[in-house]
């Protein structure tokens, strides 16, 4: 089993940057993908990044592509989301979560963290 803790969160004026982190525990973190996804109020869970377990492959919803980047540590069992440009429209609560593939779905992932609020004012 995996868990995992998100930080990094906060409040940040559009055009800021923030760098979320997600620590796993356990040793068989190397061998999972892992996903950022986010939520906003009143809306559904949504996919925004993806990397697989050696992060030769990453993924990217169009709306963040060359703003956001995603890595990860696997000496450090921790995961990265570098936000830059932000916009308001990326406030929401962000998730990452451990899955056995990359896949673009919420429901292919095991494990999930409990969220860090992100909060992008104008």
């Known amino acids: 089993q995996v868990q995992l803790v998100e930080s990094g969160g906060g409040l940040v004026q559009a055009g800021g940057s923030l760098r979320l982190s997600c620590a796993a525990s356990?040793?068989?973190?190397?061998?999972?993908?892992m996903g950022w996804f986010r939520q906003a109020p009143g809306k559904e869970r949504e996919l925004v990044a993806t990397?697989?377990?050696?992060?030769?492959?990453?993924y990217y919803i169009d709306s963040v592509k060359g703003r956001f980047t995603i890595s990860r540590d696997n000496a450090k069992y921790t995961v990265f989301l570098e936000m830059k440009s932000l916009k308001p429209e990326d406030t929401a609560v962000y998730y990452c979560?451990?899955?056995?593939?990359?896949?673009?779905?919420?429901?292919?992932?095991?494990?999930w963290g409990q969220g860090t609020q992100v909060t992008v004012s104008s």
């Open positions: 979560a451990a899955g056995q593939r990359s896949g673009r779905r919420s429901s292919e992932y095991l494990y």
């Open positions: 990397i697989n377990w050696s992060a030769d492959s990453t």
């Open positions: 356990g040793r068989t973190f190397s061998r999972y993908a």
